[in-house]
């Protein structure tokens, strides 16, 4: 029988998501968890990272068991905006924010549920593997805090990142790769009412190109986007300079290279057509991932979810996680819905019987 303490769980998520905790700013909710995994037992290692980054720390944590075996279980510590003030509400069993911000379940709801669980272990006296803690900073801007953490002090080889949506027991085997996409576009000035057409319109060329451009879904494992657009000086003005930012994904790096070399190429065309200059950086954001359903580390954690009455779901995703990044330096890696919803959004919210759930699920797997 589980000895999940469900108040003591959602007590304690309440008081995570009150602590602002926007991308940059993790300092408070940082040391907040080192002192309450101190309490718990935990060595902590407090992991520098440049202040550009945040004002925080990733933070390392190690709780040493007695069963055979260890794991490592990861969180971010950031949320998005608009994450500052949250006031969580609970209606019907579920937790959501009063409506003007985040509530940032995303990803404390994970924190929570694996501190809940240790929690358990301790007040039941079970044994326990080993649990190795990385929680970051900085992963809603781009998983730098996953890519600064020191996995020298890693002592396992496999990791369950705690940061997907969808039912509890989905299982995320499947990740993309994304490559991000920079263009300056360098026309000509000139007075839009007297002599238009002696300039060259950056803007007119990048509508030639997004116009001629593959972008959205793809197909099943690859999606396009362009999501940031910024240029211009005046009206009466011919636009002389234009950014995008743009990015690829694919659950396939064939796939993800042709997409990639297409948009580059076609932004390429339109400003040759237009003699207008452009500039193109292309840069990996994260590797793709894959695991076998047959890995141990899947058989594993689908053994402790059936073992909790959740049929397992094996998935893919189309987003990006830390467990990109953790797989990239050899941590293999998979990412556990705790059944967080709309999230980013201020609708967003969960449940209380699906923190309950993966938190048992967790205590299960700790203890098996």
Known sequence: MTAINQDRLVNHFIELVKIDSESGNEKQIAETLAEQLGQLGFTITKQAVPAERSNGFNLYAKLNGTLPGSVVMSCHMDTVTPGNGIEPVINDGIISSAGDTILGGDDKSGIAAIIEAVRAIQDSGKAHKTLELAFTIDEERGLYGAKLFDTSLIESNHAIVLDSGGPIGTIITTAPGQQNINVT????????????????????VAADAITNMKLSRIDAETTANIGVVAGGLATNIVMPELKLQAEARSLDEGKLAAQVEHMVATFQAAADKHGAGIDIDVNRSYNPYRIAAEHPLVVAVSAAFTACGIAPILGSTGGGSDANIFNEKGLTTVNLSTGMAKVHTTDEYIAIADMVAIATMIEQYLTA
């Not at 576009?185 to 007119?204: D, R, S």
């Open 185 to 204: 576009i360098k026309g000509k000035p000139a007075h839009a009412g007297v002599a238009p057409e002696q300039g060259i319109n950056a803007l007119t």
